[in-house]
């Protein structure tokens, strides 16, 4: 198995813009998580699904975040309008049993300008 | 509110060398504790997993503990060797989620 996948590897984007990160789950696991990567705040989970259901997402940070799952194979977490401080590494992770055991993608680091 | 804390924030030693890394917790309610490696530019990956009725996991050389009493975690690592570099994050699962720790950055010196 590829493992999770995700794409871009980096994004360079301007204040304002919108930006779409992207991931792909490993092929049969039912949970997929997104977090975020600051030096500040460190690794913080943003949302979960189960079953393509979001199940929690209390970690995301405000009315600019969303994130989707429209099928057990992809997801996507969306920020618009983009901000600098939203410059962060973003990663996806799946699982096939919960959050014990997570499997994590390479990230996507994004940096505003 | 679950704090997670690992000190030190960064170590480096001398190949060879035995070390121990630490991870404090203010919620002892969690269920279990996972020590994670992350490698610059790469996702994390789980080392090892210690269930709340455990007290110790070992993988190879290295061990990790769990002291719910005391909200303390340690990991272990013997014989440390170069290709041990890397960040280590510890997470408490509570809630149905992982809360991690800011990670300790290791460099190990040939």
């Known amino acids: 198995d590829a493992g999770v996948i995700q794409s871009p590897r980096h994004e360079v984007t301007e204040m304002g813009q919108e930006v779409t990160l992207r991931c792909k789950p490993i092929s049969g696991h039912d949970y997929l998580f997104w977090y975020r990567q600051t030096m ?11 079953n393509n259901v979001p199940i929690d997402d209390s970690g995301m ?13 992809f997801s ?34 994004l940096t505003v300008l | 509110k679950q704090e ?11 190949e060879g060398e035995n070390l121990v890394l630490n991870c404090s917790f203010t ?13 610059p530019g790469k ?27 005391s909200g303390r975690s340690t990991l272990y690592i013997a014989a440390s060797q ?18 991690f720790g800011q990670g300790t950055e290791l460099s190990v010196k040939p």
């Open chain 2, 4 to 14: 997670v804390t690992q000190i030190p924030a960064a170590l480096s030693v001398p």
């Open chain 2, 43 to 69: 996702g994390l990956t789980s080392l090892l997993l210690i269930q709340s009725s455990q007290r110790e996991q070992t993988s190879g050389r290295l061990n990790a503990s769990l002291d719910k009493s």
């Open chain 1, 76 to 109: 996507t977490l969306k920020i618009q309008p983009s901000e600098p401080r939203d410059s962060a590494v973003y990663f996806c992770a799946s699982s096939l049993t919960g959050p014990d055991t997570q499997y994590f993608g390479p990230g996507t680091r």
């Open chain 1, 61 to 73: 940070p405000e009315d600019r975040f969303s994130a989707k799952m429209p099928n057990a194979s």
């Open chain 2, 82 to 99: 170069p290709g041990d570099s890397a960040t280590y994050l510890c997470a408490g699962g509570q809630g149905g989620k992982l809360i």
């Open chain 1, 40 to 50: 500040m705040r460190g690794l913080e989970l943003l949302i979960y699904f189960n």
């Open chain 2, 27 to 39: 919620d002892s309610a969690i269920y279990n504790l996972q020590w994670f490696r992350q490698d």
